[in-house]
T-cell receptor, first 116, second 111 residues
Framework: KAGVTQTPRYLIKTRGQQVTLSCSPI?????VSWYQQTPGQGLQFLFE???????NKGNFPGRFSGRQFSNSRSEMNVSTLELGDSALYLC???????????????FGPGTRLTVL | AQSVAQPEDQVNVAEGNPLTVKCTYS??????LFWYVQYPNRGLQFLLK??????LVKGSYGFEAEFNKSQTSFHLKKPSALVSDSALYFC?????????FGSGTKLNVKP
């Protein structure tokens, strides 16, 4: 079974631009979460999608947004990029979502975004 | 409030020696605990999880973790470290709908 895939793997953008990252979950997984990883802040939760609906959101500004499609693939968008947005963006998928779920999250390789 | 603490930024061990990477947690309900490993420029790889049952959980690559409810800890262990185990290790807890990750511990295994 194929793992979580993320495209592109590397991106270089300049301040003020916008960017879209893509994530394809493991087949059969319907929950997709996004994280930002930086050396200083560690892993920070961005948002989670399940059945095309955002179920949870972290403490990030509105410049960070996402969506999920009917095939469970997800995209996240960052508008008006800032230098501080440079990070590794990780996508993770799991089968189910909900307070009683004990499912494991499986991570993709990440997209390395550099903002110049 | 839910939280995960990894008190050591870095752990150094010699190859062949046992290793322990520490994790403590705080959750409002039943703790669902996970360990992940991250190699440079890679995503996180799942190692093991505790949901219920035996306090000693066995996972991938010879790793195991011990759940201790009274100490609210979930330490990662391996009887004999390998140089290839050198990586960044994250402890996480799932509480209701969210995952909470620790800050990570860098494990250095020296030959």
């Amino acid at each position: 079974k194929a793992g979580v895939t993320q495209t592109p793997r590397y991106l270089i953008k300049t301040r003020g631009q916008q960017v879209t990252l893509s994530c394809s979950p493991i087949s059969g997984h319907r929950s997709v979460s996004w994280y930002q990883q930086t050396p200083g802040q560690g892993l920070q939760f961005l948002f989670e999608y399940f059945s095309e609906t955002q179920r949870n959101k972290g403490n990030f500004p509105g410049r960070f947004s996402g969506r999920q499609f009917s095939n469970s693939r997800s995209e996240m968008n960052v508008s008006t990029l800032e230098l501080g947005d440079s990070a590794l963006y990780l996508c993770a998928s799991s089968r189910r979502q909900g307070p009683l779920s004990t499912d494991t999250q499986y991570f993709g390789p990440g997209t390395r975004l550099t903002v110049l | 409030a839910q939280s995960v603490a990894q008190p050591e930024d870095q752990v150094n061990v010699a190859e062949g020696n046992p290793l322990t990477v520490k994790c403590t947690y705080s959750v409002s309900g039943n703790p669902y605990l996970f360990w992940y490993v991250q190699y440079p420029n890679r995503g996180l790889q799942f190692l093991l999880k505790y949901i219920t049952g035996d306090n000693l959980v066995k996972g991938s690559y010879g790793f195991e973790a011990e759940f201790n409810k009274s100490q609210t800890s979930f330490h990662l262990k391996k009887p004999s470290a390998l140089v290839s185990d050198s990586a960044l290790y994250f402890c996480a807890v799932r509480d209701l709908n969210k995952f909470y990750f620790g800050s990570g511990t860098k494990l250095n295994v020296k030959p």
